[in-house]
């Protein structure tokens, strides 16, 4: 694990729930593919509600439901590593939005090995002993 603190890019993709890149779900391919490039991490959240350039809002809102809902891949790192990543979207995002934002970090820490499996009481960094 690298060490990221201080000046970094946030780069946010959003797609389509449903969309998919070669019978995969997009977001999991971005995920799988920042990992792979060594970036710091990525983080998928779904969306109860948006809509995009088609201005066809996707909502979760149970008499409307939507198979389609809003998914914002987030990843952050420093920024060469994070333009560097950018021809793999360029290849993969099709449709949608990709933003990056200049942010500051303030904390990156994973969990210490074993951490998982402690229980309560034992968080990042923290020794399960």
Known sequence: MSRLGGPALRLTALVGESDTWHHRPLYSEIVHRARAAGLAG???FRGIEGFGASSLVHTAR?????EDLPVAVVIVDEEDRVRAFLPQLEELVAEGLVVLDRCEVVRYAGRAAGAAEA???AGAGESAE
Request: hydrophobic share 45%; charged share 0%; proline share 9%.
């Open 42 to 44: 990525a983080s998928v």
């Open 62 to 66: 149970l008499l409307s439901l939507s």
């Open 119 to 121: 229980g309560p009481g």
